[in-house]
């Protein structure tokens, strides 16, 4: 392994002490060493709370800050934070107005935030939440629930914490995020593994000269292994699945693609400049493209696609204001 | 009749934790097939610290399973952390104002850890999962019970139901958690969560065993 670490039983609290030397203006600790908030969070809005599990940087922590999520509950690398945490981040979040919990669709952090949701109504903390199911590779359109969150996730920090900085209430705030999530649709391809530090070897293994469509952000298996070819095959075996899994003909819509990692950002936009001529022929307008490293997995080699619908609700709320580590815009 | 006397906690509690974390590497290794192959890491880390956190305490069987419970869920996330949390919150729950223990006693705290990990999770016999463990162990101690079995060879009957209910997440397909998601390529592999409740029933079993006595007349 050639990683920059100390211990690898120790990598997600050596990794939140640069975070908090870093940004120290994005950051503050709270009483639960895993878990961060947004020091400057307004105590009169709705809170909006995230969390996963580490290896995806800049998700989850890159998402607090104004205009988007105020606390964040960090688990192990791939492994959900504690219950303790997801209601650590509840309480130092602003939850007079109610707290909404944005988070994605994988057991672990379905059950802990399950339970932190009951202990909460024990502090008489409202917690409602909705869950990303973006990935279209990881289930059939007839069986959403049980697909995937992966980078829609972005969007729906995104919208929620615009909505809740605006002065949304916890209803509202939960109805936009919802929709913002039902408006995604995602695909990833992998070209390479990745390494957990405390296991030392790949997690599982992508024979050279070969890519793996739809897989997830933890190394779950795709819906295809092919040929590894050119950026231009590869962005049509992306846009493909997505643009069947919703109507985008003649929309409006927000494009995000991330790089899982280690793939090279000069090649997301060789990447994008395909997929941007398959959405020009399709008839879908493009309101923004955001390329970059949004949510990753450890060292992996690959992309990611999301596909956003707006509309006049969405829209404004995409545009509006926010500072975070991830995202800042004016 | 024999009786368990539940002051034993902290000793049974350490045994438990010997278990788990003398089989770190076997359970990553099992993990490691289908899944994240982080299972061992996490569970040895949960137990050892819940070890430390009752060296040298006096504590009664429901006390230590509670304490395991929290710090479980507390300190492990992840499925594993809510799941167990849950499994020996229930059992603590049953246990709490008992000073001994008979046979049916501990069938009815083997139910209700059961009954509260299925409050928390949707999982299944079948689903490749813990509960392919659990379930059929507790149905043939309780069996055994009824039929008339004494407290020592229900245990036993515990044990074979453990092991048989880990061998079947061999060919099974896995419905939840991250090895579902490889379908048909998650038979042929046994399921970490399976294996480690296996260990742990088992351990529990001995550990009971051990201390077994006669009930005062």
Not at chain 1, 201 to 213: A, W
Not at chain 2, 115 to 124: G, M, V, Y
Not at chain 2, 179 to 202: F, K, P, Q
Request: hydrophobic share 40%; with cysteine; charged share 25%.
């Amino acid at each position: 392994m050639q990683r920059i670490i100390n211990d690898p039983d120790n990598v997600v609290d050596d990794a939140i002490k640069g975070y908090l030397h870093a940004s120290p203006s994005l950051f503050a600790a709270t009483d639960h060493s895993r878990v961060l908030k947004y020091p400057d969070s307004p105590s009169d809005k709705v809170g909006i709370v995230t969390g996963g599990g580490s290896g995806h940087e800049p998700a989850f922590l890159g998402y607090i800050g104004a205009g988007m999520c105020d606390a964040v509950a960090i688990g192990e690398i791939f492994s959900s934070p504690t219950a303790d945490a997801f209601l650590e981040a509840f309480r130092s979040a602003p939850h007079e107005q109610g707290v909404a919990c944005l988070y994605g669709n994988y057991a672990g952090d379905n059950m802990n935030v399950k339970m932190a949701k009951q202990m909460a109504e024990m502090d008489d903390i409202e917690v409602k939440t909705v869950i990303a199911r973006d990935d279209v590779a990881s289930a059939p359109a007839s069986e959403r629930d049980k697909r995937r969150g992966v980078a829609g996730e972005v969007m729906m920090w995104k919208i929620g914490g615009a909505a809740a900085a605006r002065g949304d209430s916890l209803d509202e705030v939960i109805r936009l995020a919802q929709k913002a999530v039902d408006a995604c649709s995602s695909i990833g391809v992998g070209l390479s593994s990745c390494t957990i530090p405390a296991n030392g070897k790949p997690n599982f293994s992508i024979e050279p000269g070969h890519m793996e469509l739809g897989i997830g952000h933890h190394g779950e298996p795709g819906i295809e292994v092919a040929p590894l070819t050119s950026a231009e095959a590869i962005a049509t075996a992306m846009c493909d699945p997505v643009l069947s899994d919703q109507d985008f003909a003649g929309s409006e819509v927000a494009v995000l693609i991330s790089g899982l990692g280690a793939t090279p950002v000069m090649e997301l936009n060789i990447l994008y400049a395909h997929i941007a001529e398959r959405l020009e022929d399709a008839g879908i307008r493009v309101h923004r493209t955001d390329i970059g490293n949004y949510f990753t997995s450890l060292e992996m080699m690959g992309a990611t696609l999301t596909l956003m619908k707006l509309d006049d609700e969405l829209k404004p709320l995409l545009d509006a204001p926010a500072r975070s580590l991830a995202i800042t815009q004016c | 009749m024999q009786v368990l006397d539940a002051t034993h906690g902290r000793d049974i509690l350490e045994e438990l934790v010997e278990v788990i974390v003398d089989n770190r590497q076997y359970l990553s290794d099992v993990d490691g097939a289908i899944g994240d192959g982080d299972h061992g890491i996490n569970m040895a880390k949960g137990f050892r610290l819940c070890g430390e956190s009752v060296a040298g305490q006096s504590l009664s069987l429901s006390k230590a399973l509670g304490t395991l419970a929290t710090t479980l869920m507390g300190s492990i996330g992840g499925s594993m952390g809510p799941l167990y949390g849950s499994l020996f919150m229930g059992m603590a729950k049953s246990t709490k104002d008992k000073n001994v223990l008979d046979a049916k006693d501990f069938g009815e705290m083997l139910a209700s850890g059961r009954e509260a990990l299925e409050q928390i999770s949707d999982a299944k016999v079948g689903d490749k999962c813990l509960l392919d463990t659990l379930v059929p162990t507790i149905e043939r101690y309780r069996d055994a019970v009824e039929s008339g079995d004494d407290f020592s060879q229900a245990l036993q009957a515990l044990r074979n139901g453990a092991q048989d209910g880990r061998d079947s997440t061999l060919d099974l397909e896995a419905k939840i958690g991250r090895a579902a998601r490889l379908g048909e390529r998650s038979r042929g592999h046994l399921d970490a969560g399976a294996v480690s409740c296996c260990l742990l029933l088992i351990r529990l079993a001995d550990s009971t065993e051990n201390r077994l006595e006669k009930a005062a007349a």
